[in-house]
């Protein structure tokens, strides 16, 4: 199954902060380490710098983000954050958003991708196999890593052409919705009028 992910900008916080909030407790130590208050992901949301990191996102039918990922940059290396919702895991979600965010590290010249989590996270574990990453673990914690390959023209142009995809598909689903929303309204007034 394509997924389409979509590359979000700041007019997306407000949206990943309800994906994060939307997430169970267990999910939220997963995805930070440690599970963090409501409050705390506001605070983590808030300071997501859009300029020097990159977002990622995946939208259920009803524009909902289920799925993100965040790609922050250092001097040689990009570290994955990866989050997905419990009813939409086993979907390829997970793969596509890591795929993603790794086409983008390489094409923004990070010679690594690495992913912090819990060992405990067998989700995350799986897509660092299925990737190829090297995964080291030390107590409860693990550390997966993953040499990028230099860009090349082919790179650039994939993520273009994938960039295109997702603004498409983000689009339908909007007129989906908003014809939904139109039907609704219509039975609505039907419905009042009898």
Known sequence: ????????????????????????PDDRRFRFGSLLSNEAIAAYVDGIDFDRDE????HD???????VAHLGF????AELGLSVVPTYRGR???SALFARAADRARNRRAARLFMYCLRENGAIMRIAQRFGMDIVTDAGDAGAHLELASPSAASITGEIVTDRLALYDYALKAHV????GISAVLQDAAHSAR
Not at 5 to 24: D, E, S, Y
Not at 55 to 58: A, E, R
Not at 61 to 67: E, P
């Open 92 to 94: 390829g979600a997970g």
């Open 74 to 77: 250092g001097d040689d290396v």
């Open 55 to 58: 977002l990622f996102g995946v």
């Open 61 to 67: 039918d009803r524009l909902v983000l289920v799925g």
């Open 177 to 180: 919705a908003a014809w939904r």
């Open 1 to 24: 199954m394509n997924v389409a992910v979509q590359h979000l900008n700041a007019g997306a916080r407000p949206a990943v902060h309800a994906h994060f909030l939307a997430l169970p």
